[in-house]
């Protein structure tokens, strides 16, 4: 062995050394938590997380979780993907100017959310699973699983579980009840409006498209899905039923699929710059040909309609889907 | 011909009875004669589905054979040259960045991506189109191409969600007009091909004999090509890049004795469908109802092929040395290792003091000392661990083009990843490095296995290499599709990335490192023998095949666990050992000590550009070293004749 190998291997050791020191010490600080009077404690996909006192200052990395503290008249102190955020999401709050933007969804930068001294980290479990160590030892870290394997539980449910957990995070569950109170209103509303407008039928299909692979694809929202409960809950009846479980809330098909249920009323959303109804599709024989588009049963629902939000999404879904259905 | 005819007729019938809407064949006979749904159905989507697989297949087909010829290569095809990779990218950035473009001239942005490609490839590959050598460049440019399209979509995810599905190709049509403009271009081609078979019967002759007949070979030479450019880029702009079609119908045609580019060309065109179409109905059957890939289908049926082809090449290519290169007159070493410690110093201060927004120097204030300085120490770690692989395996293939991507061990590892995940939706992200050490462990047996013979032939086991590095990544590709939302993780862990790596990462990679230097400086010594050829090393009493065997299992063994621990960062044990070999020679201790400094710099490097570059945002550190890394090596190629 000659000297650089020794050098090298010097400075391998120490690092070793170095590296055993520090991993200790962010172990102890993780351990201290003593519950006092004023903590709270909630329920993510990480298991139970418990805070001192409620967080004040919230850093959220996935867009519905920061739509669900403006719901509850809060502002994030950070947020990721600010600018995209505001391309696909359309709801009556407005998201602070002076928020910081955190990075990306997918890789937040951790120096910047450690920079705003949190109180509390908000992430979602197929972004974030792999970095709950390196967020923890920032701030608590809560991190929700909006799409559960779990066939029992609707998407709907768990966007209400979460909102109230958030709610609870921030001392705000009395908000939340206003807003969940506010919108099962809403529903009945809608559902009278509904009821009093005359629909040839009360069937409906809920899609998003857009332009796949030389072709649209369009998603075909399930059961289970939070968008087809809050047509259910307005007295509409989402009739498409799908072959297996779909974990996301929706089917993919092409327009031979739409056959199937062409009887029914045709709501959509899709952004208006990959309009394919009006660009791919207008003179396919197959859509022409469609019970829906041929009897004009087909209801816009805007482009920025986000269907996987939370409650102000939801609102305004259901503002968008009377609007365009009843006063058509 | 009437076998292929008939399987063309089979498959096209049940091709026809595919689709979403469920009608059984008879209702399907009956009712397609009159005007309604199902003749609608048949004739605006279904036909011209069949129509584009059948063009497209033959196209590529016909490509392939083209370019076997030209290159005088078996192992060629519009996507082992890299020309599907090219065109794609091509489609990819204007997509982004200019969608109108590409919405009314989607034939000519596949051109000219391809068009660039091919100029890239033949001017790299130098004038003999030796077929290793040409493969090797094929596979660079498509790495380059692959990962800065892969960069793309991280950054632009919105954007290009729909590419994920074409990026393997697919045959969706949803009226004629794919057909249309497909159609007749791939008419046009096919007959100048046909037109130019005879000429191409001479130019395989050889270049002298056929100039001595009178025959104006650069004419000839420049029609095929660009007939041969145009079929895959009209493809590519119209199904996306498909592959292996291109390279298996040919040898299924010349395997089945035809003689003759007229009648190659022909069978090609048929047996080219005859696969396209039997591969997208294999693709429905496996999943009815949901779009998988055709391109897929065709790579995990092509991998294997192109595996046998490796080897079967590799045989009638026995005598495969070529010189490593490296300077004569190597610099001292204690200067080298200064100058490169010094940088090393400078990067990691500049590393540790600046995170993109604000300077700090306070190195141990929490957030850098939790985050900041144990992802620079891992970068640097794995770093030196990529580039003593690639010492190890570029000293075992005696391929200065060698390293753990080019031997398949990364794609198969990145494929092993991406199953774990697909078969176990519910696993872990922490987990893929478990697959990825299943699939590289995998890719090592292949290659042992079919190597052991020919005593690890280097030309051999870099062939076959490439062979299982096609196949993982197609294999890839599957899975990033059947995976769906949770591909967002997985492709920022496909592209490498430093992000978020804690002292726990330090520990672990520095201990990996502290085991597996030992044995890689043991094998140096061996390895400088083996310098001098099989014959002399044999000679001075070295077992040629056990110390290939040892330094084969050290290098994947160490660029394995740089992969699990920091995913699939590809280029720096290519690039690192060849800019030691131009500092200190060819002997491999000096060469492995240079080297791996230079491959820590090089990691925290592009660690600290993709952290900087778009802050607060992140570029995943192996797309930095592939855009870094390519160019150099492209400079190498060129230099290397």
Redesign the interface.
């Known amino acids: ?2 000297r ?2 020794k050098a ?2 010097l400075l ?1 050791l120490s ?2 050394l170095v ?2 020191c ?2 200790k010490k ?1 172990e102890d600080k993780g351990a201290g938590g003593e519950t006092s009077e004023n903590s709270v404690t909630i329920v993510g996909s990480n298991g139970e997380v418990t805070l001192d006192k409620p967080a004040k200052k919230v850093v959220v990395l996935e867009w519905t979780y920061a739509e669900d503290l403006l719901a509850l008249g809060m502002q994030p102190a950070g947020m990721a993907d600010i600018q ?1 955020y505001h ?2 999401v359309n709801i009556d709050a407005e998201l602070s100017a002076d928020v910081a ?4 969804r ?7 959310i ?2 705003l001294e949190p109180d509390l980290i908000i992430g979602v479990s ?2 974030h ?3 709950l ?2 967020l923890e ?1 920032i701030a608590p870290t809560v991190i929700f699983n909006p ?1 559960p ?1 779990d066939e029992s539980i609707d998407l709907y449910k768990e966007m209400t579980t979460t909102f109230n957990e958030i709610a609870k995070a921030v001392d705000k569950t009395d908000e939340a009840e206003k807003v969940l109170a506010h919108l099962d209103e809403k529903y009945e509303e809608a559902k009278a409006e509904i009821e009093k407008a005359d629909l040839k039928t009360k069937d409906v299909i809920l899609t998003l498209a ?8 369009i998603r075909v929202f399930t059961p289970n899905s939070m968008a087809s409960q809050i047509l259910e809950k307005i007295g509409l009846k989402n009739v498409h039923v799908p ?1 297996q479980f779909e ?2 809330g929706s089917s ?6 739409l ?2 249920y062409e009887d029914a009323n045709y709501l959509y959303t899709v952004q208006e ?1 990959d309009n394919v109804y009006e660009k ?2 207008k ?4 859509w022409k ?1 469609l019970n829906f588009v041929k009897e004009d049963r087909l209801f816009n629902l805007g482009e920025d309609t986000w269907l996987y939000g939370g409650p102000l999404s939801a609102e305004t879904l259901l503002n968008q889907i009377v609007d365009t259905m009843v006063n058509k | 011909m009437i076998i292929g005819l008939f399987l063309l007729f089979v498959l096209s019938f049940i091709h026809l009875t595919q689709g979403q809407a469920d009608y059984t064949v008879s209702q399907l006979l009956k009712e397609v004669w009159v005007e309604g749904r199902i003749q609608d159905i048949v004739l605006s989507l279904r036909l011209p589905r069949l129509a584009i697989g059948i063009l497209a297949g033959g196209a590529l087909a016909v490509a392939g054979a083209i370019l076997q010829t030209l290159t005088n290569n078996p192992l060629a095809s519009a996507s082992t040259l890299g020309i599907n990779a090219g065109a794609y990218f091509f489609v990819v950035v204007s997509m982004i960045f200019f969608p109108s473009v590409l919405g009314d001239f989607p034939f000519l942005v596949a051109l000219a991506g391809a068009v660039l490609s091919s100029v890239l490839v033949v001017t790299l590959a130098g004038k003999q189109m030796e077929p290793v050598r040409v493969a090797l460049t094929g596979m660079i440019i498509s790495l380059l191409f692959a990962s800065m399209t892969g960069s793309l979509q991280l950054l632009f995810e919105n954007q290009t969600n729909g590419l994920f599905l074409w990026g393997s190709g697919t045959l969706v049509q949803l009226n004629w007009s794919g057909v249309a403009f497909a159609g007749p271009m791939i008419i046009i081609l096919f007959i100048a091909a046909l037109g130019i078979a005879k000429p191409m019967d001479i130019l395989s002759l050889g270049e002298d004999v056929a100039s001595s007949l009178g025959q104006n070979v650069r004419i000839v030479k420049l029609i095929a090509w660009a007939a041969a450019i145009l079929l895959a880029a009209t493809t590519v702009s119209v199904v996306g890049p498909i592959g292996f079609i291109g390279l298996m119908a040919p040898h299924i045609v010349r395997m089945l004795g035809v003689r003759g580019h007229l009648h190659v060309f022909l069978q090609s065109f048929l047996w080219g469908s005859v696969m396209m179409i039997g591969a997208d109905v294999l693709g429905r059957l496996i999943q009815p109802g949901q779009e998988v890939p055709v391109g897929a289908m065709t790579a995990l049926a092509g991998g294997p092929w192109l595996l046998y082809l490796a080897w079967k090449t590799a045989k009638s290519h026995t005598k495969g040395d070529r010189q490593m290169g490296g300077t004569l007159k190597p610099v001292k070493l204690p200067v080298v290792i200064s100058i490169v410690t010094i940088l090393i110093v400078a990067v990691f201060a500049l590393a540790l003091s600046y995170n993109g927004m604000a300077w700090s120097l306070d190195w141990m204030k929490p957030v850098v000392w939790n985050f900041r300085v144990p992802r620079v120490l891992t970068a640097f770690i794995i770093g030196v661990m990529l580039a003593l692989a690639g010492v190890l395996l570029q000293g075992v293939l005696r391929n200065p083009l060698a390293d753990a991507s080019v031997l398949g061990v990364t794609s198969m590892g990145g494929a092993g990843a991406m199953l774990l995940l697909v078969a176990i939706p519910a696993i872990p992200v922490q987990y893929m490095p478990l697959g990825a050490v299943v699939g590289a462990a995998v890719a090592l047996g292949i290659i042992m296995v079919t190597a052991w013979k020919n005593n690890f032939q280097p030309m051999l086991v870099a062939l076959m290499g490439i062979a299982i590095s096609a196949f993982g990544s197609a294999a890839t590709q599957v899975f990033v599709v059947k995976a769906k939302l949770a591909v967002a993780s997985a492709l920022v862990w496909l592209s490498g990335s430093t992000y978020g790596k804690g002292w726990e990462d330090v520990q672990l990679s520095l201990w990996l490192l502290v085991l597996l230097i030992g044995p890689a400086v043991y094998l140096t010594r061996s390895l400088d023998v083996l310098t001098f050829g099989d014959d002399v090393a044999s000679g001075l009493g070295l077992s040629v095949k056990s110390t290939r065997v040892w330094a084969l299992i050290v290098g994947v063994a160490i660029s394995t666990a740089g992969v699990a621990i920091v995913g699939t960062i590809g280029f720096v044990g290519l690039v690192s050992p060849h800019i030691a070999r131009r500092l200190v020679g060819f002997r491999h201790l000096p060469l492995l000590v240079v080297s791996g400094l230079l491959g820590g710099l090089l990691l925290v490097t592009a660690d600290f550009v993709g952290r900087i570059a778009i802050a607060p945002k992140d570029i995943p550190s192996g797309l930095i070293v592939a855009l870094i890394g390519t160019p150099y090596l492209l400079y190498l190629l060129r230099k290397m004749k």
């Open positions: 062995m000659n650089y190998m090298f291997l391998a690092v070793i590296a055993g520090s991993s962010t995209e391309n696909w933007d955190v990075g990306g997918q890789e937040p930068n951790l120096e910047a450690a920079a197929f972004r699973d792999a970095m160590k390196d030892k799409y394997e857009y332009t796949g692979p030389q072709a649209p694809e072959d974990v996301f993919t098909f092409n327009v031979e699929g056959t199937k710059e791919q599709l003179d396919n024989a197959v040909n």
